[in-house]
């Protein structure tokens, strides 16, 4: 368990509204990461951040920011929800130094309907 | 297109016998591969990797081998077992900074009782 919480865990939405999801981390790690999770694509990256208020795009973040105001905090919003934006998202933190040892752990989920 | 690439959706296997999967990737900047297990609404969770500059690595019933030459990796499971039954995703690490992985499509492993 590398600490990371998410919330809310379930959500339904309709088609047109912000949505924002929370990945909370309690181990200080300054790596933090957003993917998706669909059928047939594995995990792509929406949006990463290697600190405070430090964040970048990842390969699928049309349609989505990010916000890292504390170490431990790091926001997706979807500025106006669309179907295709119903996925499961994950949250991850990167845990480690050095390249035999640098890992990523991930957090519970986040399952998102847009009606 | 897909830079990591698990070609077989889904592998069924007998309990006790070996388990491998596979994964294909295109990328020659990859430096760091791992593979992660995932449960039916859990998150992924990270099970063993390796660095390229090694071509093997075991962990317990846990061996992954990778092939630079061919960009070919694969993990192994000996004994397999029924909780091991689950989705396996291949990932890969680029070099740059921001330690991004890059993921396969994932395969479904069943293995029967």
């Known amino acids: 368990d590398a600490g990371i919480t998410q919330s809310p865990r379930h959500k339904v939405t309709e088609t047109g509204t912000p949505v924002t999801l929370r990945c909370h981390q309690t181990e200080n790690h300054r790596y933090m990461y957003w993917y998706r999770q669909d059928p047939g694509h594995g995990l792509r990256l929406i949006h990463y951040s290697y600190g405070v208020k430090d964040t970048d795009k990842g390969e699928v973040s049309d349609g989505y920011s990010v916000s890292r105001s504390k170490t431990e905090d790091f926001l997706l919003t979807l500025e106006s929800a669309t179907s295709s934006q119903t996925s499961v998202y994950f949250c991850?933190?990167?845990?480690?130094?050095?390249?035999?040892?640098?890992?990523?752990?991930f957090g519970p989920g986040t399952r998102l309907l847009v009606l | 297109d897909q830079q990591v690439k698990q070609n077989s959706p889904s592998l069924s296997v007998q309990e006790g016998r070996i388990s491998i999967l596979n994964c294909d990737y295109t990328n020659s900047m990859f430096d760091y591969f791992l593979w992660y297990k995932k449960y039916p609404a859990e998150g992924p969770t990270f099970l063993i990797s390796?660095?390229?500059?090694?071509d093997k690595n075991e962990d317990g019933r846990f061996t992954v081998f990778l092939n630079k030459s061919a960009k070919h990796l694969s993990l192994h499971i000996v004994p397999s077992q029924p909780g091991d039954s689950a989705v396996y995703f291949c990932a890969a690490r680029g070099s740059g900074s921001a330690r991004q992985l890059t993921f396969g499509s994932g395969t479904q492993l069943t293995v029967l009782p």
């Open positions: 390796i660095s390229s500059i090694k």
């Open positions: 991850a933190i990167s845990v480690g130094t050095g390249t035999d040892r640098e890992t990523q752990y």
